[in-house]
C-alpha cells in the first residue's frame, strides 16, 4: 500500500502531463514519484517538449492542491485511487513499458507509457477484474448486426466467467457492456475523462448499472473533459489490461482499429469479427486481418476462448457440417451409390459396371448400401429404397 | 494436332475409368494414349483398384464404338474434344501432375491426376481463355449478399480482361457468370457431365449464353451422367486452370471449400470472401481463413487482382477512411484544438495550459488553425469557429 504523499505525487504528475508521456514514466521509474514530482515542480525533465509542456500547465498553479481536491472529490463520488504500488495494481499494464508503436499506427498517443494511477468505480480488486478478461471494441457507428454479435461474444464470454472490457462509447462498447451485465457477469468500463463524467450522457444509467456489479476505471482524475485525443491515449489501457483484444466492427482508420493495433504491438491475441464486405463498418476489421499476420479470424466465443484460453484448454472445435449418413460411406460405395439408376432394379454385375469397380467389391458396397437404407433388394437385383424411406440428405443430383 | 487414334484413345480411357484416376494418367505418360489405352483393354495395369475397376467398366463392351459414338455426338453439338497434344491445350492442368492433398481434404477424388482430354463447347481456344482467369466458386444455396458480392467480383474482374470460371450450380457460381456476362467479358462454365447436359436444367439458357461468348468444357463425354462424386473430381480443374480460386460464400465442409483446399495445394491464391459470422453460409470461408495461412482475406476486386495479377502491377490501394481536414494536423495541433472551450474566448496563453503545450508552441499552431479554419480571433483571444463554417469531422467529443 503506497503511502499517502505517493499517491498524490501520481495525481499531481497526471494533471502536469497527459497519461503515456513516456518523460514522466521514466523520471517516476527512475526517482519514485514524489522525486518525480519535484523534479517536474522545478523544471528538470530531461526531455524538452515534456518540460515545456508541464512548465504550460504550471502556469495554471501548483498542482498539488488540485491533486488534494481530486482525491477528495472521488472519495465523496464513491470512487479510489489506484497505484502501481497497490497490491491491486493489474499487472498487465506492465507491458505498456517497451512497448512501440510503427509509424504507420501514430497518432495522438505516440507515447505510450504505462498509466501513473488509476481512478476506480466498483467492488472488485483491479487485478483480479481484469485477470481473465477480454477487450471488446468497435464502432460508435455499429450495425445491428455489429452490435449482436458483440452483445452475444460478451454474453458468451461472461457466462464462462471471464470479464468484459471496453470503452463507453455507444455501438459495440455500449453492445459489450450489456452483453455481460445480461449473463450476470463482470464488465469493465475504461473511460477516457473523469470518472464521473457520464459521456456519454446517454449512457448514464449503463455506466451505473456497471459500477454497481463491475468497475469503471479511468486514468484521468474527477472533472477530466473527454478530449478526443484522449480516446486514443486511454486505448492503450485496454489493450494491455486484458488478456486479447477483440474488434467487432470499425471503419478504416477508426479508433477501435488503433486498439488492436496496439495489441499487435503487444504481442497480445488480436482477434477480429469478419463482416459483409458491403459494409463500411467491417472495412476496419478485414483491412487488420489483412495486414497484420498475427490477426485472428473469430467467428464465435469459441474461437475468442481458444485464444486467449489458456493453451490446449480451450481449443474451439473445428466447424462441421451436419454428419449425414453418406458420410459413413468410403468412396466406393458412394460412387456405387451415385451410379445406381434412379428408377428400376439392376443386377449386381450391372452395378458394378456402371459404377466402374470389380464385382467383388460392389457386392459387399451394396451390403453396405443395404444395411444403412440407402438401397433394397428386389426382383433379384437392388433398387435405390423410395425417397421417402432414405436416410436424409442435402446434395445434388 | 494429335492424330485421331490419340484422341479417340483418350476418350476411350475416359470411358474406362474415372478422370483424375493417378493409375490411368501415369500409363499415359509412360507409354502414350495409344499404347496405354490397348495395355488397359488386355488388363495390364499395375494398380490392382484400378485394373479391376477398367475390368468392371470393361463388361460393358469395347470402349472403342462407344467413343467413336461421343466424338460423332460431339461433332454434332457443335462440341470439339481437346487433347493435352493440342497447342490450345491450358498449360495450368499440369499442376495436377504433382498435387497431394492431405488426409483432412480427402473425399471421392482423392486422385487428383490431369484431364485426359476436354470436351469444349465456344469459339476461344482453351489456353487464352484460361491465361488470365479467376475461379469463383461457393455454395449453390447462396444468400442474396453471396450472390451480390460473386455478381460484383465477376463484373469487375471481366471489365478488366480477366475470365471468370465456375461451375455451373444455382447461387454463386450462377451469380459469377451473370456478372461477367453482364460485363460483356468471358466466362467459362466447368461442368461434371457431358457437355449437352444442362444440368440443373434450370440453367439452360445460361449454359447457351455462356457457350456463345465463352466456354462450357467438362472432361466427362457426352452423355455422361452428373453424379455427385464428380463435382468433387471436376473442382481439381477448376483450381488448377486458373490463377487463382475466390470463394464467396460456403457451408461447412462443402465442395466450394474443397475447391480452394486445391488451390492451396497447388499454390495457387486461395482467395476467401468474409461474411457475417451469423451466417451459415460463410462459415466455410471463415474456416479456410482461420485454417490456413496461405489462404487471403479479399473484399473487392482490387484484392484479387493484386494476388493473381502480375506482382507489382496490381497492387490494391489500403483503405483509406475519408480525408478530413483534421489530418493535417499534427498531435499537438489537435491536442490544443480539442482543448479549447466549445463556447466563448480564450488566450494564447491559457489555451497553451489547457493543452499543456508551451506557449511558443502554441501560438504557431494557433496560427495554423485559423488558417485551416478551425479558430478564428476574437476579443484579443481565440474562439472556435462555429460549426457551420467549421471544417467537417466525425469524431467525439
Redesign the interface.
Known sequence: MADAETRLARVALTL???PGTRAVHRLVARHGPRTALALALSGEIPDDATR??????L??GDPRPAAEAALATAARLGARLVVPEDDEWPTGLDALEHVELSVADR??D?ELAPPLCLWVRGEWPLVDAFDRSVAIVGS?AATA?GE??ATDLAYGLAEREWSVVSGG?FGIDAAAHRGALAAGGLTIAVLACGIERA??VANTALFDRIAETGLLVTEWPPGA?????R?LIRNRVIAAATRGTVLVEA?????ATQTVRRAIAMGRPALV??????SAM???C??I???H?SA?????VA?VLEEVGRIGADLAP????PQRPRDQLD?QA??LL??LPRRGVVTP?AA??R?????R??LRKLTLLETLGFVMRRDGGYALTPPSRRPAED???
Do not use: C, K, M
Not at 473533459?225 to 485525443?229: K, V
Not at 469479427?273 to 458491403?278: A, F, K, S, W
Open positions: 502536469l502531463a497527459e515545456d509542456a508541464v512548465r504550460a500547465r502556469g495554471a497518432r495522438v505516440r460508435r448486426y449482436h454479435v462509447a459521456y456519454p473533459d473527454p478530449l478526443r485525443p480516446f471503419a478504416a482508420r477508426s479508433g469479427v469478419p463482416g459483409p464486405v458491403t467491417s472495412v476496419g478485414h483491412e486481418l489483412r495486414q499476420e485472428r479470424l473469430v467467428a464465435n474461437h473445428p466447424a462441421q457440417g468412396d458412394t460412387f451415385e451410379s454385375d458394378a459396371i459404377a466402374g469397380i470389380d464385382i467389391t460392389a446434395e445434388p443430383p
